[in-house]
């Protein structure tokens, strides 16, 4: 694998500059340049040339392009080094080679090449070359540890820019589920609040159309004011749902729960309500999700049921969890009609709290929900 440090042109750039540099050094510290001039030049050049070109081409290419540049390189290296009397710029020529290999190769292969230059400098020059040889040797095993330490630093780079690409993906994903799960909130809220004043108002209405015609005036200005204020009730649950304004319901849940019991009644459905343990305090949302359930629990009575009564109760004696029951003595849901978005929203409000919903129904003997909710 060739990492991006070794793909970037800046390192090469810099690999190449200090070939150039190295073949200019050639004439210092030779000892045999003026005799040798034309094929020490010749061979510089050579070596000069391929690792300009060919260290880019063997890096595009692959392991098995970069093993034959090494390959190639390694004895031009050496017949250079040679040429010119084992002068200070062969030795850096060869040090640039070490580097590369660093970064072509698997450490221990560039590692060999690294061991095989200073002891060939050893071997040619001996044995006046042996202390050359150990620097050579100093030189090549710090440029190994110098490259392997800059391509770990880039590799480390590589991965922490993935991971926080990866991770601006999470937040985006995330944004997006948030988002999606708050239109679902509202899309519930507006369903459950709007759709049960709006049954209300429509029960009303039209029980006061079937008096209209009659003498009982009193009990028709009664429905049409009941109709109106469920009007109104019904335009504040939506302003509060599309503008995301929750806030927690101001009255307690037993006394909201009596309330809404006693709605029902008015608009038709006799309904009952019983508490059963001792009231207790509970988390405003766990509030929230029992009173929407009851509310869309009753909503269905009233519009499917056939109900002549219903029942609503309240129970703080399970332990940990607080359970809402409510029972009517309708057609039950074998028979029922509606477009089903109440139970999924209300199964997907009561999940999201950790508690669970089930339907009991048969045809012919009503319907008990049964919402439990950890307090």
Avoid: C
């Amino acid at each position: 694998m060739v990492f991006a440090f070794a793909h970037s042109r800046g390192v090469q750039r810099a690999l190449g500059i200090l070939t150039a540099v190295a073949y200019v050094t050639l004439p210092l510290g030779s000892k045999s340049f003026e005799q040798l001039l034309v094929p020490t030049l010749l061979v510089g050049l050579a070596y000069g040339l391929l690792a300009i070109f060919g260290f880019p081409f063997a890096q595009r290419r692959g392991r098995a392009f970069a093993v034959a540049y090494v390959l190639v390189q390694l004895p031009l290296g050496f017949l250079l080094f040679a040429l010119s009397g084992a002068a200070v710029g062969a030795v850096l020529l060869l040090v640039v080679l070490v580097a590369q290999g660093v970064l072509l190769l698997p450490l221990p292969a560039a590692a060999a090449v690294a061991a095989v230059i200073p002891l060939i400098h050893v071997e040619m020059a001996w044995p006046d070359g042996l202390r050359e040889g150990l620097g050579t040797l100093a030189v090549t095993a710090f440029t190994v540890v110098i490259t392997e330490l800059l391509v770990r630093e880039q590799r480390a780079r590589a991965e922490l820019a993935v991971a926080n690409e990866r991770l601006r993906g999470y937040a985006a994903q995330a944004e997006q589920l948030a988002t999606t799960q708050e239109r679902n909130r509202v899309a519930r809220d507006i369903h459950d609040g709007l759709g049960h004043h709006l049954t209300v108002v429509q029960m009303l209405v039209q029980a006061a159309r079937a008096v209209i015609d009659t003498a009982e005036r009193d009990r028709l200005d009664a429905m049409l004011a009941k109709a109106q204020d469920q009007a109104k009730q019904a335009l504040a649950e939506v302003r509060r749902s599309v503008a995301a304004l929750r806030e927690p319901r101001p009255e307690p849940l037993v006394d909201a729960l009596r309330a809404l019991a006693s709605e029902v009644t008015e608009a038709g459905v006799p309904t009952g309500f019983e508490v059963l343990g001792a009231a207790r305090d509970t988390r405003a949302e766990v509030e929230e999700s029992l009173f929407r359930a009851a509310q869309e629990a009753l909503t269905n009575v009233r519009k499917h049921a056939g109900a002549t009564a219903a029942t609503l109760v309240l129970d703080y004696g399970r332990g940990d969890a607080v359970r809402l029951q409510v029972r009517d003595d309708g057609r039950g849901m074998g028979e029922r009609s509606g477009d089903g978005f109440g139970l999924v929203g209300l199964e997907e409000r009561v999940a999201g709290l950790g508690g669970r919903v089930s339907v009991d129904s048969a045809t012919g003997r009503g319907v008990t929900l049964t919402v439990e909710v950890p307090a």
